[in-house]
């Protein structure tokens, strides 16, 4: 699943747009959408605002009298450029930029009470009443009085109403509430459709706080938060019939919020696209118990994308338009813009790899349509121009003259049969005239279907494998873990440990699971095993080659660099007891050589480079035996400290992990069997001396901190002429 693609929401940098009064409890009625820019602000008790969002200024403001108050939020109706609202519950009142006074502005009273006015783009807005009645404007307008019937049974209230256009018709929905059951209707005009419907709540499922629309193209849904802060998909049948038998609405778990165990009271939901909803007034962790924050969760992965804190305290309101999200945060009314860009799972979930200047990934686009043609006339044919031998990818401009080259000069679609029944040598031979030529589009569904069928005849057949054409394969880039997921289990049942780094290194999806295989391969594989098999070395032996030549006889000199120092460490290991110090024979020494061969050095940073998800590493990580858990942390150390032995921490060359990343790794570890390494009295000496390295960087960073003020001012001293050449002694006290 790593490599399916989605979007990644980010919240950016909030703003006020205008201040809220401690008359109105620094609540709102509501936020609508106006003219472009622009949303239209209902206080709680008699003011309407127009506000452009941009810059944060007011360009209208209208008040009723202070015997009326508004009742219904107010609305814009793009079709005319008016404003419509509803003060005292019946009366109907309509303006435009220009009207100044309310009074003076158009009137109606209407025979019900309003609960809400509802708009849709390019139609005329509707009117829903408290009763469960729903009125076109126009219609109310040339009726105000108009008997209208009631659709409510006595004591049940409208908790939400949304509306949408389903088919290019508007379509009203709203929930109600009768001694704890809910109900959901919806209504169309022309013709009069309405059909109700009841929720499902089962008994843990806690009261409803709020409900969303779901932003789903396929079908009519919405959501629904309850207390104990679990949120459920509640799907609409799309053939809606008049049946007068009651009809229960099933609801589907879509995401469980951490920290909520029937407690949450007040909260709000939105939907901001088809996998992402905002949640406001719930914690997002069990570690933060913070209830007043904002948080994005993507349901299809139920991942946290971001959160912000609101420490202002917010109103359980939550508005979105346009890309912004409008929350009251304290005294203010606060906008938070947000994006969602296309990511993939790895982004999503765990840690991406670090893109490198000298590789340059070929991304093959698929056409499904034509795919699918392809699947209806016969053997799909491929795509894109792949070498094996050159992986840099170039663009050839073809004129009309070179699209009507003759069919002879071509080259032909690769034979199936022949990849399913034939040799070694068949098949290299095949596929390397196949790699030669330019091909067409879709080479990457091509890839796979043959990289499948080689592993399934490797599953079946022991003496049948390949290596060369998987290997071929592999260097083409079209493959991922997704495509083909038996490869590298074929690979570690061959002991095939190039081919192994050739999936680590161009798989952007692999399985946690899959990866932890990988490393405990790596870690149990003997070095004499390793001499006789071909790896890639990338740069590992230029660090490998500096320590070998740092440890010739008669080189003394005591470089320091980074905070990293032999005579900081023993300093730092002189408060240590004696029977400490006395380990040093077995103890593990920063500038020993490597723990292990370069060969298995190549491996594993192949596993420190590819992507991860902490969460789901850390299972299949604890699988690692206490040996391959003492060669993993000494080679991480052996690392971290060559690292740190550089300037810029950096070590060179390419396919090196960064130091943030080995850090990452030796969290990991340390996480997955601290007590592992606890109990093993192998382990003490190697614990002792890496926290004592920790502690001498921590006290050299400390020293260099406390003279940053100096350094400052060293900054600001003017230079004095002195000529053209001097010397200048700055004694820094």
């Known amino acids: ?38 949303v239209l602000v209902t206080r709680e008790e008699r003011t309407v605002t127009v506000y452009k969002v941009s810059d944060q200024k007011p360009l209208g403001s209208w008040t009723v009298k202070q015997t009326q108050k ?73 009726a105000p009085q108009q008997e209208l019937e009631n ?68 079908c009519t849904a919405l959501m629904c938060l309850y207390s104990t802060g679990c949120v459920y998909k509640i799907q609409l049948p799309s053939n809606r019939d008049s049946a007068e038998e009651e009809w229960v609405l ?4 879509l995401l469980k919020l951490p920290g909520c165990v029937d407690s949450l009271i007040s909260a709000a939901l939105l939907a901001l696209d088809e996998t992402h909803i905002a949640v406001l007034g719930a914690p997002q962790s069990h570690q933060c118990a913070v209830k007043d924050s904002l948080s994005i969760w993507n349901t299809r992965f139920q991942t946290l994308q971001t959160w912000k804190e609101l420490p202002e305290g917010t109103s359980g309101q939550l508005w979105c338009y346009n890309g912004k999200l409008f929350i009251p945060h304290g005294n203010t009314l606060t906008v938070i813009p947000f994006t969602c860009e296309t990511s993939s799972l790895a982004a999503v979930l765990g840690k991406l790899k670090q893109p490198s200047a000298t590789v340059k990934p070929l991304s093959p686009v ?59 040598e068949k098949i290299d031979e095949q596929l390397t005239l196949l790699l030669s030529n330019p091909l067409e589009t879709n080479a990457q569904l091509m890839i796979a279907q043959i990289a499948t069928i080689l592993v399934s005849r490797c599953m079946a057949q022991n003496t049948f494998y390949p290596q060369n054409v998987l290997v071929k394969l592999l260097q083409t880039r079209a493959l991922s873990y997704s495509l083909c997921p038996d490869l590298i289990a074929v690979a570690l049942d061959k002991s095939d440990y190039y081919l192994l780094q050739l999936c680590l290194q ?40 500096l320590d070998q030549s740092s440890s010739k ?27 400490k110090q006395a380990q040093g024979s077995w103890e593990f020494d920063v500038k020993s050589v490597c723990p292990v061969g370069p060969k298995k050095a190549a491996l594993l940073n192949e596993i420190l480079l590819s992507s991860y998800s902490e969460t789901f ?58 007590m592992v390494l606890v109990m093993m009295s192998e382990a003490h000496g190697l614990l002792d001396h890496f926290n004592r390295f920790i502690r001498s960087q921590v006290r050299f960073y400390s020293e260099l901190n406390k003279i940053e003020g100096s350094l400052q001012k060293l900054h600001q001293l003017q230079p004095q002429n002195d000529g053209l050449y001097s010397i200048e002694v700055i004694e820094i006290i």
């Open 1 to 38: 699943p790593g490599g399916e693609r989605d979007k990644m929401a980010r919240l950016c940098e909030e703003f006020t747009l205008c201040g809220l009064q401690a008359g109105d409890g620094f609540h709102l009625r509501a936020v609508e959408p106006a003219r472009p820019g622009c």
């Open 70 to 142: 508004i009742s219904c939020p107010a609305v814009y109706n793009d079709q005319t450029g008016e404003y419509v609202a509803v003060h005292d519950h019946k009366v109907l009142r309509i303006w435009k930029d220009e009207d100044a006074n309310l009074e003076k502005a158009f009137k109606a009273t209407l025979t019900a009470d309003v609960y809400r006015i509802h708009t849709l783009p390019k139609a005329e807005p509707l009117v829903l009443f408290e009763r469960g009645s729903v009125r076109r404007l126009d219609d109310l307008l040339s």
């Open 151 to 218: 659709v409510l049974s006595k004591d049940e209230v409208i908790r939400w109403s949304a509306a949408l256009l389903e088919a290019g018709s508007p379509l009203i929905l709203f929930v109600t509430e009768k001694d704890g059951v809910f109900q959901l209707y919806t209504q169309k005009l022309n013709p009069n459709d309405q059909h109700g419907y009841k929720l499902d709540l089962g008994d843990e499922m806690g009261c409803p706080l709020s409900f969303a629309l779901s932003l789903e193209k396929e």
């Open 250 to 253: 099933p609801q589907t778990l």
């Open 366 to 424: 698929m056409n499904w349509n034509a795919m699918l043609q392809d699947q209806q006339t016969g053997e799909p044919q491929l795509a894109v121009m792949i070498n094996p031998v050159e992986s840099t990818p170039s663009r050839n401009l073809r004129s009309r003259k070179r699209q009507n080259v003759s069919s002879q000069s071509q080259p032909s679609a690769l034979d199936l049969t022949e990849i399913k029944t034939g040799t070694n």
């Open 506 to 545: 161009q798989f952007p999806d692999i399985p946690e699971s899959v990866l932890c295989a990988c490393l405990k391969f790596f870690l149990s594989a003997s070095e004499a095993d390793l001499e006789k098999v071909i790896v890639d070395l990338g740069s590992v032996a230029s660090y490998m080659e």
């Open 553 to 579: 006889p008669g080189q003394n000199m005591e470089i320091v660099e980074n905070g990293f120092s032999s005579i900081l460490v023993e300093e730092e290991s002189s408060d240590a007891p004696a029977e």
């Open 617 to 674: 590493l850390l299972p299949p990580l604890k699988d690692l035996s206490a040996p391959q858990v003492m060669l993993f942390f000494q080679y991480l150390q052996y690392l971290y400290m060559k690292q740190c032995q550089t300037v810029n921490t950096v070590l060179p060359g390419d396919r090196i992990p960064t130091v943030s990343q080995v850090l990452d790794w030796i969290n990991l570890l340390l996480d997955a069997h601290f």
